[in-house]
């Protein structure tokens, strides 16, 4: 049965009429054209999916699209303000962390998640908090060091 949710969708305030039970990934992508957000394993492992849930990062492939009523919802077509990358997006481009690019929305999701919680990882740390997102190119080298580069951006520091 279809239900009108409301939620704020990157900073604005979303209306919209949907079976609640069908995942936030399948309602992003098909009924609010927000195709950023990827569609990997559909099981919640691979963390291609990942959005920010008030400031959660959170798989959204395994979601039902009910439970972010009144929440705050972040996607990668989010981060960025005014046409200006969000650090991490920034360092993701510096440090060339990416190859195919099909992982690196949920990647910088993540890493945005992790840095929301934690602004100074250890590079344990960041390893810990990034493990559980997968890339098969084998980036994960780069993706380390773009992380602790935007965390240094976020304190204020290059």
């Known amino acids: 049965m279809k ?7 990157n900073g604005k305030k979303t209306e ?10 399948w309602v992003l992508r098909n009924q609010l054209g927000l195709t950023g957000t990827k569609y990997g ?3 919640g492992y691979c963390g291609s999916c990942t959005v920010l849930i008030d400031n959660e990062a959170v798989r959204s492939c395994t979601l039902p699209v009910g439970d972010i009523i009144g929440k705050k919802v972040v996607t990668i077509e989010g981060l ?3 046409g200006k990358l969000h650090p991490v997006q920034k360092a993701f481009v510096e440090h060339d962390a990416l190859q195919c690019g099909y992982c690196t929305p ?25 493990e559980d ?3 098969r190119c084998g980036a994960h080298m780069r993706i380390i ?8 951006e976020i304190k204020g520091g290059k």
């Open 133 to 135: 997102n997968l890339c």
């Open 41 to 43: 394993c559909g099981k």
């Open 16 to 25: 919209i009429l949907v079976d609640t039970t069908e995942t936030l990934l």
């Open 80 to 82: 960025a303000v005014n």
């Open 106 to 130: 949920g990647m910088i999701m993540n890493a945005t998640g992790l840095l929301l919680k934690n602004p100074s990882p250890t590079t344990e740390q960041i390893v810990e908090g990034m």
């Open 3 to 9: 239900e009108t949710i409301s939620f704020q969708l």
């Open 145 to 152: 060091e773009a992380v602790h580069t935007a965390a240094k």
